[in-house]
């Protein structure tokens, strides 16, 4: 996996040692690790992305494993007519307000609504708000998904903003209804006294070909999301 993502031996090694030691990583017998499951393979590649100093991976990547998140898609006219109502100044119908409630959010792109369906997502938690995505368990849906329909890797793309906080997982193709996006926030950062404006914005990108290496490299799991 080192190789494939373009990280050095010895750097792979220590991230992957401290992912052991934290608890985040099967342990074997001596020096030696087991074979990665799925979801390690993910935080392998989550800590290669966000860690700053080797030896402390399986701390810096703590905020990331909780790092929840929401469907992002641009809203247009139409997609919400009582919105659109609002939008003027006018008072919709209750029957159209009940029947976009129902809605749940809008997904554009057709691989992410697959993704969405492997997730098992509720629009809204029970007490109505807007339910919540976990980012590793969108990660595993989109590997499944890769795994189980030969969708074209180079479509997905995966990107962490280190500084600010934030993760996304988006999905762009014209054919299959353009650019959907899943956005996930941590609290990586909120403390940090720099502006959110102002502070250099360091980020790591990798596309769907990373994660369809990861797929073929490990075992698909089963009933493992959160």
Known sequence: MAEIYGVPFET?????RS???AGLRAKGRGRSLPEMT?????????????TLKATKAGQEVQPWLSADGWINDEIEPGDYPSEDYAAM???APQEMIDKDAAKGPIIKNYYMQEVVKLLDYQPADEDGLPARINMID?????CDLLEDTGTDAGHFKFEISVSHGWAAI???ERFSGGYSEIRFQTDAGADDPVSYETQISKSA???????LA?????????????
């Open 38 to 50: 799925r979801r390690e393979a993910i935080i392998f590649l989550i800590a290669c992305m966000v």
């Open 138 to 142: 969108c990660l595993l849906a989109v």
């Open 170 to 172: 988006s999905v762009n």
């Open 19 to 21: 992912l052991s030691e």
């Open 89 to 91: 100044g006018l008072e």
């Open 214 to 226: 990861l797929v073929v490299r490990t075992a698909r799991e089963n009933g493992g999301r959160s």
């Open 12 to 16: 792979a090694f220590m991230i992957d």
């Open 205 to 211: 990108v990798v596309y769907g070909d990373a994660l």
